[in-house]
């Protein structure tokens, strides 16, 4: 069941990307070199051609990156299939956005060819709020990255588990020793009483 939720995930993250790609390329607006203002000053729509990979890096080895993209995504299809039932559903669930996001942005590199003829990425989101950041992205290049966060948060999540659980290690020891003390001194009253038991039934047959 975990397995069929990572490729779904994965297959929604593909179509909603490339949907919208296919939208801004049908946008005249946009395709004039026009901006669609979502929050003035803030948030806009403007449509890029990237030729490199997220937020326009690596655009000078294009091959390199695709190979390395190309494994990465194979990877991860075959680490969800192998460990799909022991893997937390978390973890699994931002693994399929990495791998979605990838394939989205792969199928362009491999079939959209701008006038020019270059190959290029749709990018459209223009987060402009502050003048350091320059990167137009998509749909892909946010799931890749919200993805990679929820991979780090649920790495920090399981190592903060196991340090508790190596933290507490030493008192559940105690009183696992405790406990055997416990029984220990249960039993040796048992057996006391036992023996006393004994030992009187043996005087009440001596006194016959």
């Known amino acids: 069941m975990n397995l069929i939720l990572y490729f779904v995930v994965a297959a929604f993250v593909v179509a909603l990307d490339l949907v919208t790609k296919f939208l801004v390329k049908g946008s005249e607006v946009l395709m004039r070199g026009d901006v669609i203002d979502i929050i003035p000053g803030v948030f806009r729509f403007r449509y890029v051609e990237n030729p490199g990979a997220a937020m326009g890096s690596f655009a000078s ?31 699994g669930i931002s693994m399929a956005m990495i791998m979605g996001g990838g394939i989205g942005n792969m199928y362009e590199r491999l079939f959209n060819q701008n006038a020019a003829g270059q190959y ?22 946010v799931a890749v990255c919200v993805g990679a966060g929820l991979v780090v948060l649920c790495l920090i999540i399981d190592l903060v588990k196991e340090y508790r659980a190596h933290k507490n290690a030493p008192e559940q020891d105690e009183l696992v020793e405790l406990d055997a003390i416990a029984e220990d001194e249960d039993d040796l009253r048992e057996l006391t009483l036992l023996d006393g038991e004994e030992a009187e039934a043996e005087d009440t047959e001596q006194g016959e």
């Open 61 to 91: 080895s294009r091959w390199v990156f695709m190979i390395f993209s190309t494994i990465a995504i194979i990877a991860i299809a075959v680490y969800l299939v192998k460990y799909r039932k022991t893997i937390n559903r978390l973890f």
């Open 120 to 141: 290029v990425v749709t990018d459209f989101f223009d987060f402009h709020l502050f003048s350091f950041w320059k990167w137009v992205f998509n749909v892909a290049d």
